[in-house]
T-cell receptor, first 109, second 118 residues
């Protein structure tokens, strides 16, 4: 199956700092999704993007659908301890969804 | 919002036995459900697509005789790990889309099943 590449692989930041991560693919996607996964749980949807160039916010989270349709970015502003987790991007190919390699975020109080 | 329930959340079994994991869509009907496997510190890998009333579609490298999938109703898909071995120990997660939410509706996930084979 396809795999989406995320960077950075991991981040250690101070509480209050802003975070930026991205996801790239060799294929074009018409939908980009961003999920957060806490340990031992299933991923939870954060933001869905449906249009190239689209910029969507959800509270302190902002995500953008790249113009080339081959990338997407997720930003978290003013990080807090509960932002800790693994963030995954995902994109559909046909009826199936494939996930990025993940970005592990650690927030230091 | 769309809710997907998965059961059990944890299971420990002996090598050679079979384990069944259930995935239910609670407030929508899902003609298609997806099964993922996740090893520690790794991403989610799609194992198979479960299709209501027909055979599942397996990803390359996934043994269909080992990972039996049944999608007998519009709200229930089951994954049975047959003759489990320690290397099958992993986190299994199911997901589904609510088709009434549109063609590009996102996946919603269950809380996963931690399988440990001793």
């Amino acid at each position: 199956g396809q795999q989406l590449n995320q960077s950075p692989q991991s981040m250690f930041i101070q509480e209050g700092e802003d975070v930026s991560m991205n996801c790239t693919s060799s294929s074009i996607f018409n939908t980009w999704l961003w999920y957060k996964q806490d340990p031992g749980e299933g991923p939870v949807l954060l933001i869905a993007l449906y249009k190239a160039g689209e910029l969507t916010s959800n509270g302190r989270l902002t995500a953008q659908f790249g113009i080339t349709r081959k990338d997407s970015f997720l930003n978290i502003s003013a990080s807090i301890p509960s932002d800790v987790g693994i963030y995954f991007c995902a994109g559909p190919t046909g009826n199936q969804f494939y996930f990025g390699t993940g970005t592990s975020l650690t927030v230091i109080p | 919002g769309a809710v997907v329930s998965q059961h059990p959340s944890r299971v420990i079994c002996k090598s050679g036995t079979s384990v069944k994991i259930e995935c239910r869509s609670l407030d929508f009907q899902a003609t298609t459900m997806f099964w993922y496997r996740q090893f520690p510190k790794q991403s989610l890998m799609l194992m198979a697509t479960s299709n209501e009333g027909s055979k599942a579609t397996y990803e390359q490298g996934v043994e269909k005789d080992k990972f039996l999938i049944n999608h007998a109703s519009l709200t229930l898909s089951t994954l049975t790990v047959t003759s489990a071995h320690p290397e099958d120990s992993s986190f299994y997660i199911c997901s589904a889309r609510d088709p009434s939410a549109g063609r590009n509706s996102p996946l919603h996930f269950g809380n996963g099943t931690r399988l440990t084979v001793t």
